[in-house]
């Protein structure tokens, strides 16, 4: 029996195609800048995104924190969504490494950082306080494209209030395709966005920063500090550009199979709480979970239990719609059961 894993869309296998791109892509020394598929990712994305440069780096973790240290000295402040990747998930990493303090901002349900509160939480000039430099948003959040009115009023108030923007935009392809724009449209706000190359898109690894050259030089050094500095990495950069080329619009199947699995399990009597592009959450009762783990296990289906809120399912390049149709099969034997 093949194993479902709908825990991430980080755990997509890299197909032939891709493998094959791999293995025919030219390569140098990315450290010395002469990698020339490595190059072609950078320029491509700067390209579609609308910014002067790239970056290239290990982990979309490495692409925030690099942003973060970029934009922030030593006792700056980002204002940051309090359940947000590079708040929550990163392992304080612009804290420890950066000497950068977050100010945390409660999501709205839209998961939008609300405008008043971002205001009311800048610091004033004054030596008590850590200099606030930076917002940083995050799109998808939890699955959910951020409304596209709402970049172009927090690019206001960061015009405004002197701060910088930068947005996590590990799947803001994602909310591209969700929200029928090019990427451009979602990326023309920010000073810097970082792409993950490794989750949806269906890349083995790898995340890309942009923003304008300073600040992508900048990048560039603390990257070489963290150890991120890698040599013929193109092998990497090409899956990455196969996938821009052939895994882009297919992540409007994601969706439509994430809404087909919501769908499913509402019928199946499971509690939805939410489902946007590729993401389902449900609610089921904590004294529940070892008896619904024990049931997928058993049905080979593999599911993300008490880590994110809740339980969150993925669909993503390797799951099909006879994974969908296994999985709802799964969960309505395990409603039975509790009935
Ligand atoms: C996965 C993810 C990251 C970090 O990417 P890694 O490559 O896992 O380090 C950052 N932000 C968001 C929203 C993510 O989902």
Redesign the pocket.
């Known amino acids: 029996m093949n194993v479902i894993d709908l825990r991430s869309d980080?755990v997509t296998q890299p197909t032939p195609a891709m493998r094959d791109a791999m293995l025919r892509a030219p390569v140098g020394d990315d450290v010395y800048g002469e990698d020339p598929t490595v190059n072609a990712l950078q320029q491509r994305l700067a390209d579609e995104l609308g910014f002067e440069a790239g970056l290239f780096v290990p982990?979309?973790?490495?692409s925030?924190l690099l942003a973060l240290i970029s934009h922030c000295a030593r006792g700056d402040e980002y204002l940051v969504g309090m359940d947000a990747?590079?708040y929550k998930y990163e392992g304080g990493g612009a804290a420890v490494l950066g000497s950068i303090q977050p100010q945390p901002i409660m999501h709205a349900a839209d998961g939008t950082l609300p405008l008043d509160d971002i205001e009311r939480a800048i610091k004033p000039v004054d030596a008590h306080f850590a200099r606030s430099r930076l917002l940083c948003l995050?799109n998808t959040w939890h699955g959910r494209p951020l409304p596209l009115e709402y970049f172009a009023q927090a690019r206001a108030l960061c015009d405004r209030r002197g701060l910088s923007l930068h947005l996590?935009g590990?799947?803001v392809y994602n909310a591209a395709v969700a929200c029928g724009v090019p990427v451009r449209e979602i990326a023309q706000h920010f000073d810097s966005v970082s792409v993950?190359l490794?989750?949806g898109l269906g890349a083995p690894v790898g995340?890309v920063l942009l923003g304008t050259q300073a600040l992508i030089e900048t990048a560039a050094r603390w990257r070489k500090v963290c150890g991120g500095g890698m040599r013929q990495a193109g092998i990497l950069a090409a899956g990455a550009l196969h996938a821009l080329d052939h895994h882009v619009a297919r992540l409007a199947d994601d969706h439509a199979r994430a809404a087909r699995l919501a769908n499913g399990l509402r019928d199946a009597g499971i509690t939805v709480t939410a489902q946007h592009t590729n993401m389902v959450f449900i609610d089921v009762p904590v004294e529940r979970l070892p008896a619904l783990k024990q049931q997928m296990d058993a049905a080979g289906i593999r599911l993300s239990i008490g880590y994110t809120p809740l339980v969150r399912l993925v669909t993503h390049l390797d799951v099909d719609d006879e994974g969908v149709e296994r999985t709802v099969t799964a969960f309505q034997q395990f409603s039975s059961r509790a009935a």
């Open positions: 980080t982990s979309g973790t490495q925030n990747h590079a995050e996590d590990a799947r993950c490794s989750k995340s």
